[in-house]
């Protein structure tokens, strides 16, 4: 399972969702203070750890890598619209980033679940031929 690389891909992007419990937006403002923020982060979170997971069932964790990827997508232009109309007395924080970086990972994740699908799929269809030449000899 570690040994894969979309597992290190989630890994780190779980690992990055979840410091945004941690983290301030802006100063003195944190992401959990602001309850749709946090139930997102809350959701994003679950969705990586079960596609962290569930390693035996591929597509079902590469679905779940795009699900993830997408509303954290939301969550970084929701991030974005805040710091346009926020105006320039706000500063935000680096882990204004964390959802863009996390994001980038889960699509990098899903598409390396979906190579190695792939792969398995092909291998399997090289023994099934395999198995038919035998049974006709």
Known sequence: ??????????????VLVALLFFSEKVDGVTYVSY?????????????????????KFRVFQMRTAVLSALITLGLQIWLVVDFITAGKTA???????F???????????????????LLVRS??????????KKTTK
């Open 123 to 132: 291998v399997d269809r090289l023994r099934s031929s395999r198995k038919k």
């Open 35 to 55: 309850v749709p923020y946090l139930i997102l982060i809350i959701v994003i979170t679950l969705l990586n750890v079960l596609a962290l997971t569930t390693y």
């Open 1 to 14: 399972m570690w040994q894969r690389l979309q597992t290190l891909y989630l890994l780190i992007a779980t």
């Open 91 to 97: 500063v935000f924080h680096i882990s204004a980033i």
């Open 99 to 117: 959802p863009i970086a996390s994001a980038i990972l889960d699509a990098l994740a899903a598409r390396s679940i979906m190579s190695d699908e």
